[in-house]
């Protein structure tokens, strides 16, 4: 098997197109693969934890606490409108996805959208990092430990 590294959206189209044979895809990708009949060959359950960050260079960090500052204080602020406007929420979103409302609602649930990092979070960083070091998706043994500040 050959692993080409793709975006989810272009992994998707590849595996409409014909193009693969298998593709890593997650979210709303999933959710369409899954509505079109796709099989699932396999899930992350037990190798990864599907865990979403956001990265940023520690000379940037460094240069830039400030836009650090405001980014974290937005995203806090979307997170209490998704807290208090769930139904309202649910309605951007599937809008955006161009989803039925009931397809956002289950995939809703799915997801932890905290902003705290928390230990169980950071075990399942090195989970998935171990996972694509065993793999072949990445050279070089990583401790997630060092990626935070």
């Known amino acids: ?11 998707k189209a590849a595996l409409d197109g014909g193009s693969v044979d298998a593709a890593f895809i997650a979210g709303e990708a999933a959710y369409q693969a899954k509505q079109q009949g796709y099989h699932m060959a396999a899930d992350g359950e037990g190798l990864i934890k599907a865990i979403i ?18 980014y974290v204080e937005a995203q806090k602020r979307v997170g209490a409108f998704m807290k208090d406007n769930q139904d309202e929420d649910l309605q951007i979103v599937a809008e955006e996805l161009d989803l039925d409302e009931e397809a956002v609602r289950e995939m809703y649930a799915c997801y932890d959208f905290s902003m705290d ?27 997630v430990n060092s990626l935070f500040l």
């Open 1 to 11: 098997m050959d692993y080409v590294n793709m975006s989810i959206a272009d992994a």
């Open 53 to 70: 960050a956001v990265a940023v260079r520690e000379d940037f960090y460094e240069k830039n606490r400030d836009v650090i500052g405001r």
């Open 117 to 143: 990092v928390t230990d169980e979070d950071k075990k399942g960083f090195q989970k998935t990092a171990d996972f694509m070091l065993e793999s072949g998706m990445i050279e070089e043994e990583l401790n």
